[in-house]
């Protein structure tokens, strides 16, 4: 059994560079919501030296909030906005030699998109304009999967380690109890359900199915790092490997 597992890069923390050497896959922000060209670059560095795959993490237009501040964008915006985004770092890639993999949306865009059909359409319609080789990542069993797949794009359905879910599949709101997952041992239980038996009992006690083929690891909390060792350790004691391919 393998699975991939993945975090989120260039957004100003200082564990950037030992988180990389604990991951598959790393999604780099564009700028939206947080870092710049210089912190992209650096990541894109980072990822290549340690053989992480790299991907795109656009976001809202949402620096102050850090991309969690819902918006209603016309579809085109949207469009545009994510071309830019993606552009710019398979660019800042491809001039060190790289190339991007994949695609996550980031924060309050990842979230509506979910279980919006026309902005999950805008965001699969612009990665397919940069590269129609890009895997799209998105959460299991939304939109953005079915968009996605609907214009032809590899898919990554995606899990989250730390993360309260809904019984309607989505994940809980951060404003809302029960959306972060504090203690590391339930983290990682909730996890090995979900990579090895494909499901995730909800906030509400019912059991989701989920395609767990990305797990998704917070790397800006205070502990981020020593739970992605438990986590790896635990993938590692149930020959799970850990791969991006």
């Not at 398979?90 to 060190?96: H, N, Q, T």
């Not at 309607?168 to 951060?174: C, E, I, K, Q, T």
């Amino acid at each position: 059994m393998k699975i991939d597992l993945n975090a989120d890069l260039g957004e100003g923390c200082a564990s950037d560079q030992a988180l990389l050497q604990l991951v598959s896959s790393a999604n780099i922000a564009c700028g939206f919501h947080a870092g710049d060209a210089q912190t992209m670059l650096q990541s894109v560095r980072w990822a290549q030296a340690y053989g992480v795959a790299m991907g795109a993490h656009p976001a809202f237009p949402d620096r102050d909030n850090f991309g969690r501040s819902p918006m209603k964008l016309p579809p085109e915006t949207v469009y545009a906005q994510m071309i830019y985004q993606i552009g710019a770092l398979k660019s800042l890639a491809e001039s060190e030699g790289a190339r991007l993999v994949h695609v996550k949306p980031h924060g309050m865009l990842y979230n509506q998109a979910a279980t919006d059909p026309v902005l999950s359409d805008a965001i699969a319609r612009a990665i397919r304009a940069v590269d129609s080789q890009l895997i799209v990542v998105g959460l299991a069993n939304s939109e953005s999967i079915r968009a996605a797949a609907h214009y032809g794009l590899r898919t990554r359905e995606e899990v989250f380690a730390d993360r309260g879910y809904q019984s309607s599949g989505a994940l809980v709101p951060r404003s809302e109890p029960g959306a972060l997952i504090e203690d590391e041992h339930l983290a990682i239980s909730q996890t090995l359900t979900m990579v090895q038996q494909g499901k995730v009992k909800s906030i509400s006690g019912e059991w989701i199915v989920v395609n767990a083929q990305t797990v998704c690891l917070h790397g800006d909390g205070a502990h981020a790092l020593q739970f992605a060792q438990r986590l790896r350790d635990a993938f590692a004691d149930q020959q799970i490997r850990v791969t991006s391919n």
